[in-house]
């Protein structure tokens, strides 16, 4: 296939790329790369004053693991969701950003997409490894589980890198995109898990019935993809143990499929990108 000939003919580019992401973005800076630790940390801050001290959203403690501090809870699924977002607006960026490399020099254009992943899955696995460890102190012996951790951030790498593909193809065609992907992902954040339990909307659905024929406000938001992802890292970290095979069964899959169908719509649309930028 196209796609691992383009990676394996311009695997020095990609490395190059993926460098100067890497360097570049906290070029000259005294603390480096611990600013990509800001972020979080402040995020975490603010949500935890908010929805655990002012709003007291209280989650289930980890079962089996008995862990019950909000913070952690809440960063198993605040991360991911952090280079999950981070990777399709990087990769809209990307490829809108990098104009005149691509009307100057012909190379496959979705190393540029591939290099803003890699170059976030960098930073994203330094994050994973400190709350790692931190989870470790607690008492809680997850170290069985990390390797499926892995497994886990390769998919959700996948998976973010197929949409990444789209929206930074749709970008080009129309700016309005990267506006809408702004407010697409507020709005996708509340429509998941992340500061509050899944619990709460499954007690929501229940006391509201059906909403349309059979179809409960529940079945619906499990149509959120992130949600599973979210639930499996949870499963894997804070509460210790394996997720549902089921569950992580359809995320691979939905992960590999949407990953090679971004693919094929950027590779129908990558040899034109220099005239319509």
């Not at 989650?59 to 977002?85: E, K, Q, T």
């Not at 407010?183 to 929501?204: C, D, G, K, N, T």
């Not at 409960?216 to 894997?236: K, Q, S």
């Not at 992960?255 to 319509?276: C, Y």
Request: proline share 5%; net charge neutral.
């Amino acid at each position: 296939m196209s796609i691992f000939s383009d990676l394996k003919g311009s695997r020095e580019l990609l490395e190059n790329l993926t460098m100067r992401e890497v360097k570049g973005k906290y070029k000259r800076t005294a603390l480096g790369q611990l600013w990509s630790l800001a972020n979080p940390l402040a995020l975490m801050i603010v949500y935890s004053f908010v929805f655990a001290i002012v709003i007291r959203v209280q989650p289930a403690p980890g079962d089996p693991s008995g862990l019950n501090l909000f913070v952690l809870w809440l960063m198993c699924a605040l991360l991911p969701w952090i280079f999950f977002s981070g990777v399709i607006t990087g990769s809209m960026a990307t490829v809108v950003g990098n104009e005149n490399l691509i009307k100057k020099v012909y190379f496959p254009r979705s190393i540029l997409v591939f290099a803003n992943t890699l170059s976030a899955l960098y930073q994203h696995v330094w994050e994973m490894v400190i709350l790692v460890i931190v989870i470790l102190l607690l008492g809680s012996n997850i170290l069985i589980y990390v390797p499926l951790v892995a497994v886990t951030m390769v998919l959700l790498a996948l998976f973010a890198t197929g949409l990444g593909l789209i929206f930074s193809i749709a970008n080009v065609y129309f700016r309005d995109v990267q506006h809408f992907a702004a407010i697409l992902f507020q709005l996708w954040f509340y429509a998941s898990p992340i500061v509050y339990p899944a619990q709460l909307v499954r007690e929501q659905s229940e006391s509201f019935g059906p909403i349309i024929g059979p179809i409960t406000i529940e079945n619906l938001y499990y149509l959120n993809p992130f949600i599973h992802f979210a639930e499996i890292f949870r499963n894997l970290l804070y509460d210790a143990r394996w997720p549902d095979w089921g569950q992580f069964g359809l995320v691979a899959a939905g992960s590999v499929a949407i990953f090679f169908i971004g693919w094929k719509i950027f590779d129908r649309h990558q040899d034109h990108l220099a005239e319509v930028l």
